[in-house]
């Protein structure tokens, strides 16, 4: 990875460290206070955050005041962004100013679609697709140009990272190839809960090259009760919760959180030691106190300095 390119997360990366990524979602709402508690709820736990963008295609406060909150918490942020609401002079300023106020980390996303929203009747803009867009943040990063070829003062030179769905059925690596050659330095993956079926598909993607074209952060959501692991592993697109965890989870009653926080711990044992995995990203739903568990039981606090 190149000197210069992001911030902490990037730096961690470059070292070979086995990084930990959080996730907050801005609230529907116009005060900054929950985004600060989650954030300062998480300091010293993970090395950067990501700030969601629409989730669910509903209305949130925007990830670049999410970014603000985040930076000032003393957390780096990753901002996502979707190319579903914007178009190319908006994405570009949302590159810009989100990069001022603190992002070192750029997650390139389509977006929910409309239809599963509040606003069903909405727009969906889609002036630049995801690649295109991955291809946007790389010219601004290595030629400091827009689009139109305007050169930038101080252009941002963001990690820049995208998604996949390695359990999607079917799987098509081609387009996670697609945006791997417009510029993605790394990939953060749907929530993940069969560690056999992740290393399968890891052994697959040697064969395009993957580990050494990008970093791969897994996601993972401690489960909290039976009927959460049967919600997502019903509804939620590549998302295969095995029926013992479920049934663990039925079996615990009101201990499940607890079941539920020892089960990803076994996940996560079993993540690292599939060879290239980078780090874990873990989204649990605005459960602080989960997150901070969960990496003090891997043994993955305290976090290391970026510094080497």
């Known amino acids: ?71 000032a918490a003393g957390i780096e942020p990753t901002v996502q962004l979707t190319v579903r609401d914007r178009n190319r002079l908006a994405l570009t300023g949302d590159l810009l100013g989100a990069w001022a106020l603190g992002a070192r980390n750029v997650f390139i996303m389509s977006g929910d679609p409309i239809r599963i929203g509040d606003h069903p009747e909405a727009s969906v803009v889609g002036d630049l697709g995801v690649n295109d867009m991955i291809a946007l943040a790389r010219r601004m990063r290595e030629d400091g140009t827009t689009l139109a070829g305007a050169e930038l003062a101080e252009p941002p030179r963001y990690l820049i990272g995208v998604a996949d769905v390695p359990l999607a059925d079917p799987y098509d690596a081609v387009k996670l190839d697609g945006k791997l050659d417009a510029g993605a330095d790394f990939v953060m993956t749907q929530i993940l809960y069969d560690a056999d079926a992740l290393a399968a598909w890891a052994e697959r993607m040697r064969a395009h090259g993957l580990f050494e074209r ?38 615990a009653g009101v201990d499940a959180p607890s079941v539920g926080l020892e089960l990803a711990v076994q996940l996560v044992g079993a993540i690292r030691r599939i060879p290239g995995v980078a780090g874990i990203h873990v989204m649990a739903m605005g459960h602080d106190e989960t997150t901070r568990a969960l990496v003090a039981k891997v043994g993955l606090f305290p976090r290391p300095a970026a510094a080497g």
């Open 1 to 71: 990875m190149n000197p210069g390119i992001g911030g902490r997360l990037a730096a961690l990366l470059a070292l070979g460290e086995f990084v930990v990524t959080g996730e907050i979602v801005p609230p529907v709402g116009g005060s900054l206070d929950a985004i600060t508690d989650h954030a300062v709820a998480l300091v010293g736990s993970v090395d950067a955050v990501n700030l969601t963008d629409n989730p669910t295609a509903t209305p949130h406060m925007s990830p670049l005041a999410g970014v603000a909150a985040t930076a």
């Open 214 to 251: 990008a970093k791969v952060i897994v996601g993972i959501t401690p489960l909290r009760s039976a009927n959460q692991a049967r919600f997502m592993d019903t509804k939620l697109p590549g998302v295969s919760v095995p029926a013992v965890t479920i049934d663990a989870l039925e079996a």
